[in-house]
C-alpha cells in the first residue's frame, strides 16, 4: 500500500517545530522523563520524540494527550483560534443591511 506524507507549509512546520521545543521544556521544566510523559499520555516514548520534533504526521489526540499529562495543558488548546478576527471580518462584509424595513403582516382581528 502506498502510504503518503502529511503535507504541510513550511510555515505551519515552523509552528509545529516551534510547539514541539515548547512541550519539551515544559516536561523537562517539570523533571519529567520521556517514559512517565508517555506512559500518562497513553502513548509511546517514540509518539513523544514526534511531538517533540514537531512531526505533523502525529495526531493531534496525541498531542493533546502529552499536553494533559503535563499538568492540564491542553485547557490552552481552547485558544486556538478564539479570536478569529479575520473570519469576523468576512462576515461582516457578507452582512449586507436591506434597502428598507420589512413589510409587517396585519393581523386578522385588527
Same mark, same amino acid.
Not at 517539570?30 to 509518539?47: K, P, V, W
Not at 520524540?49 to 491542553?74: M, Q
Given at each position: 500500500?502506498n502510504?503518503?506524507?502529511?503535507?504541510?507549509?513550511?510555515?505551519?512546520?515552523?509552528?509545529?517545530?516551534?510547539?514541539?521545543?515548547?512541550?519539551?521544556?515544559?516536561?523537562?521544566?517539570?523533571?519529567?522523563?520521556?517514559?512517565?510523559?508517555?506512559?500518562?499520555?497513553?502513548?509511546?516514548?517514540?509518539?513523544?520524540?514526534?511531538?517533540?520534533?514537531?512531526?505533523?504526521?502525529?495526531?493531534? =489526540?496525541?498531542?493533546?494527550?502529552? $499536553?494533559h499529562? &503535563?499538568?492540564y495543558?491542553d485547557?490552552?488548546?481552547?485558544?486556538?483560534? +478564539? !479570536?478569529?478576527?479575520? =473570519?469576523?471580518?468576512?462576515?461582516? $462584509?457578507?452582512? &449586507?443591511?436591506g434597502?428598507?424595513?420589512?413589510?409587517?403582516?396585519?393581523? +386578522? !382581528?385588527?
Amino acid at each position: 500500500m502506498n502510504q503518503r506524507g502529511t503535507v504541510v507549509m513550511p510555515s505551519t512546520q515552523k509552528i509545529l517545530s516551534q510547539m514541539g521545543e515548547q512541550i519539551k521544556l515544559a516536561r523537562l521544566r517539570r523533571s519529567l522523563s520521556a517514559e512517565l510523559t508517555a506512559e500518562r499520555a497513553g502513548i509511546s516514548r517514540a509518539t513523544l520524540w514526534s511531538i517533540e520534533k514537531g512531526s505533523p504526521s502525529v495526531a493531534i =489526540g496525541a498531542y493533546a494527550a502529552v $499536553l494533559h499529562a &503535563l499538568n492540564y495543558l491542553d485547557r490552552d488548546l481552547l485558544l486556538v483560534a +478564539k !479570536d478569529d478576527e479575520l =473570519g469576523r471580518k468576512l462576515q461582516d $462584509l457578507q452582512i &449586507l443591511p436591506g434597502k428598507r424595513a420589512p413589510r409587517q403582516r396585519k393581523l +386578522k !382581528d385588527e
